[in-house]
């Protein structure tokens, strides 16, 4: 949200900016007012005491909660989906009927109410499978078992309950972005994020510890098949279902031997992805984010990227993603920032009598930019070392694929 912010900010339509609840990072670029973002009439009794003109929403938390539709019933332009159309993210058994209606590329599954349900699934996927309990989970909710024996303990830390059993898919992960009004579905930009929370990419899983926009794994030819196979298809399921969608759709994809799949889809910018993404975005971004809130996408010039290179490395607690330690103090971001092309977006700070603290599992974004890949996860790693955080560790291998591959 701190990066969103930061660029619809810098928007020439944006004339102010109002953010909440927002952060310290986020106090930067708008004012922040302490109401809770899940709370769909504190919010749109915000947006109408302040006469607002488009409201962003940010996180999945307000579109499950179905924020965008009271807006929306209130008469305020809104970017981001209806609670029916964030079920795309927030059910992912939902999604996986969907693919499997509308002949979209994806996992094979089966979903499953009970522990001994998804032992007799189990039993027909062999391993590797991969389990996912059915909600939203913060990217923490499924385990990739390479063993039967792994599989069933993750069946068994579950419990009873919706998951889905899944196929496991091979190939690299690449992640789309695409700006969807109904219909109409157009390609804004690819990324590629690090998951797990060691180096190497070990360990368990993440929200995501560094991104990097864009991906060139996901070549043009491959973009336009996943947004032919995928991303189109699903668009229209969702119109023709009476549940149009509306907002950014983050499709996560294998690119496997036979194509793109799907492994699932988020309903908003990610994170780390968002961070990445929008230090590249050409023109006025605020006034395209309205044009997709007022259904005028097919009547817009399609969305431009810089020809330039953007990467995050994500400054987390010790004890992410189990236990983060909380009120570390951090120091010496503004120095980081006089690194060329670098700005430090924050997560889980907060404001204390003695400075900066840490207030969450990740805490900052720190994002560079440079003409080439190599510059500018450089200059990131630069900005990462000038930072004071006692309490924070990061990966220092965001990005070896690329590396590798220019290698
Ligand atoms: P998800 O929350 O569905 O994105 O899953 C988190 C991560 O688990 C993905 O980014 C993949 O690395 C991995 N994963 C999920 N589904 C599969 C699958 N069917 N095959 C292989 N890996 C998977
Ligand atoms: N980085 C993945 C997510 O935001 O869900």
Known sequence: EDALAWRLRQSPSCGELIAAPGNPGIARWARCVAVDPVDAAAVTDLARKQGIDLVVIGPEAPL?????????????AVFGPSAAAARLEGSKGFTKDLCRANGIPTADYERVETMAEARAALARFGAPVVIKADGLAAGKG??????????????TAAGDGPMVIEEFLEG??????????????????????????GEGDTGPNTGGMGAYCPAPVLTPELEARAMDAIVRPTARAMVEAGTPFSGVLYAGLM???????????NVRFGDPECEAIMPLIDGDFAALLMNVAT???AQ???????????????????????RPASGGTIRAIESAETVPGVTVFHAGTASSSTGLI???????AVTAVAESFANARARAY??????????????RDIGWRELERAS
Do not use: N, W
Request: hydrophobic share 50%; net charge negative.
């Open 255 to 265: 690119l496997t031997a036979d194509g793109p799949r799907l492994i699932e889809y």
């Open 295 to 297: 259904g005028r996408l």
């Open 172 to 197: 690299e992960e690449a992640s789309l972005f695409a700006l969807v009004d109904g219909e109409t579905a157009v390609a804004l930009a690819s990324a590629q994020d690090h998951k797990r929370v």
């Open 142 to 155: 499924v385990t990739v078992a390479m063993s039967l024996a792994e599989a069933e303990d993750a069946i």
């Open 382 to 395: 630069r900005a990462v070392d000038t930072i004071d955080f006692a309490d924070g560790f990061h990966r």
């Open 64 to 76: 499950v909660a179905g924020v965008g539709d009271a807006l929306r019933e209130a008469g305020f």
């Open 358 to 364: 840490a207030s969450g599992g990740r805490v900052l």
């Open 300 to 322: 817009t010039e399609a969305p431009r990227l810089l020809d330039k290179h953007a990467v995050t490395v994500v400054v987390a607690a010790r004890g992410y993603p189990g």
